[in-house]
């Protein structure tokens, strides 16, 4: 009964993954927006809420899904270039090469619908 529960469990965890790798796909997103998807969760989801729902972790960061209402997200193409600094103490500069700024910029773009 032990082997058949471990067996089991090593399935689910494999259905589970296969899932939340295709996440982005799920949602339509392009795969510049899916590495998109990907950077902000690794870079941002610790302040920001980084998905069409959901309250942000810190209080006082924006969800990204709010940030067109704004400026145009394109009008991030510099700041990201050049790197983004902000008046909020605690968070990080961030510096992005051209693909990682066309691929942020792609999913900001795919919260906006």
């Known amino acids: 009964m032990n082997r058949r529960f471990h067996v089991a469990a090593i399935v689910l965890a494999v259905a589970v993954a296969s899932l939340a790798s295709r996440s982005g796909e799920a949602q339509g997103l392009s795969p510049a927006a899916q590495r998109g998807q990907v950077f902000v969760k690794t870079n941002c989801a610790q302040c920001h809420a980084i998905g069409r729902v959901g309250e942000s972790p810190l209080k006082i960061a924006p969800p990204l899904r709010t ?3 704004n400026y145009p997200v394109e009008s991030l193409e510099e700041a990201f270039a050049e790197g983004i600094t902000t008046g909020h103490p605690t968070m990080p500069e961030f510096r992005l090469d051209p693909g990682q700024i066309n691929d942020v910029i792609s999913y900001l773009k ?3 619908r």
Do not use: I, K
Request: charged residues 35%; proline residues 0%; glycine residues 0%.
């Open 67 to 69: 940030l067109h209402r």
């Open 110 to 112: 795919s919260l906006e």
